[in-house]
């Protein structure tokens, strides 16, 4: 059964970069695109982008200029890279499977998200 | 300025039949890229509900079905369980922005 765990910082300094890692255990990442979602507190959805391990990526364009995302196939693991972060970036922030074969892609499984927080 | 509508909360008595829209715009739902619904309960992994606007994945109850018209979408739920309290989100892709867009999310409550 395909599962997902993200992982990393609960707290973040303004202006300072936000990483997580997305650790994935059922499936290799390099069978499946694989995406990051945030949900801002009492906010929607909002999409970030994915990865197709180390071949093609696609980010959210208000975003692009500060995300990386990338894909560690030794270890199964995604990350994701927010430089210069802002209370704006203050959210839970979810990584799940893409499937890319669907129009438009859908996104899940997904895991159960990690709230991160941008304060001094 | 949210991109997917929805509205932000809908109740139902236990056996009822509660249906809420997820209102797009001719760049996305109304350019003719389907949708996807997603159940969330606080706390735990999102999950896919509806599939390619009316389709159900294996698992997911018969009493949840989907629709499309014009610009609008929408989730029905008939005989509405206890365990269908939770948050409610539209997905599709908006091809102005070029990406993939949510709804603002509905809560279901069973009263």
């Known amino acids: 059964q395909l599962q997902l765990r993200e992982s990393g910082p609960g707290l973040v300094r303004p202006s300072e970069t936000l990483s997580l890692t997305c650790s994935v255990s059922g499936d290799s990442i390099r069978t499946y695109y694989w995406g990051w979602v945030r949900q801002p507190p009492g906010k929607e959805l909002q999409y970030i982008g994915y990865?197709?391990?180390?071949?093609?990526?696609n980010y959210n364009p208000s975003l692009k200029r500060r995300v990386t995302i990338s894909a560690d196939t030794s270890k199964n693991q995604i990350s994701l890279n927010l430089k210069s972060v802002t209370a704006a970036d203050t959210a839970v922030y979810y990584c799940?499977?893409?499937?890319?074969?669907?129009?438009?892609?859908?996104?899940?499984?997904w895991g159960q998200g990690t709230l991160v927080t941008v304060s001094s | 300025q949210s991109v997917l509508t929805q509205p932000p909360s809908v109740s139902g008595a236990p056996g009822q039949r509660v249906t809420f829209s997820c209102t797009g715009s001719?760049?996305?739902?109304?350019?003719?890229?389907?949708v996807h619904w997603y159940q969330h309960l606080p706390r735990t992994a999102p999950k896919l509900l509806i599939y390619?606007?009316?389709n159900r994945p294996s698992g997911v109850p018969d009493r949840f079905s989907g629709s499309k018209s014009g610009t609008s979408a929408s989730l029905a739920i008939t005989g509405l369980q206890p365990e269908d309290e939770a948050d409610y989100y539209c997905q599709s892709y908006d091809t102005s922005l070029k990406i993939y867009v949510f709804g603002t999310g509905t809560q279901v409550t069973v009263l």
């Open positions: 990865i197709y391990h180390t071949v093609s990526e």
């Open positions: 001719s760049s996305n739902i109304g350019a003719g890229y389907d």
């Open positions: 390619g606007t009316i």
């Open positions: 799940a499977r893409v499937d890319y074969d669907s129009s438009p892609a859908l996104f899940g499984p």
